[in-house]
Nanobody, 112 residues
Framework: QVQLVESGGGLVQPGGSLRLSCATSRMLFSINVMGWYRQAPGKERELVARITRGGSANYADSVKGRFTISRDNAKKTMYLQMNSLKPEDTAVYYC??????WGQGTQVTVSS
């Protein structure tokens, strides 16, 4: 099992930045794939970015060039750096491990 705890959400103006963190209960080298998902009101949960144990990352087209996913093995933490935020990025963001384990989510609101 893996426990996941997200943090770093909040309210930000369009064009601003936030960094989300996902602290894990296991060493990251034991987790093959981790990812960030988001769910906006009235919409289905969607993949934002995914990163493998080896560091390979892929992104949803809507966030390419603006978001960066990374993982710090020593800190057992995964990050999502979000730049040039848009109102359409507003959602609850969830951390995921092995396509099985989920965090509780953190709210990101982009609004002026």
């Amino acid at each position: 099992q893996v426990q996941l705890v997200e943090s770093g959400g909040g309210l930000v103006q369009p064009g601003g930045s936030l960094r989300l963190s996902c602290a894990t209960s296991r060493m990251l080298f034991s987790i093959n794939v981790m990812g960030w998902y988001r769910q906006a009101p009235g919409k289905e949960r969607e993949l934002v970015a995914r990163i493998t144990r080896g560091g390979s990352a892929n992104y949803a087209d809507s966030v390419k060039g603006r978001f960066t996913i990374s993982r710090d093995n020593a800190k057992k933490t995964m990050y999502l750096q979000m730049n040039s935020l848009k109102p359409e990025d507003t959602a609850v963001y969830y951390c995921n491990a092995e396509s099985t384990y989920w965090g509780q989510g953190t709210q990101v609101t982009v609004s002026s």
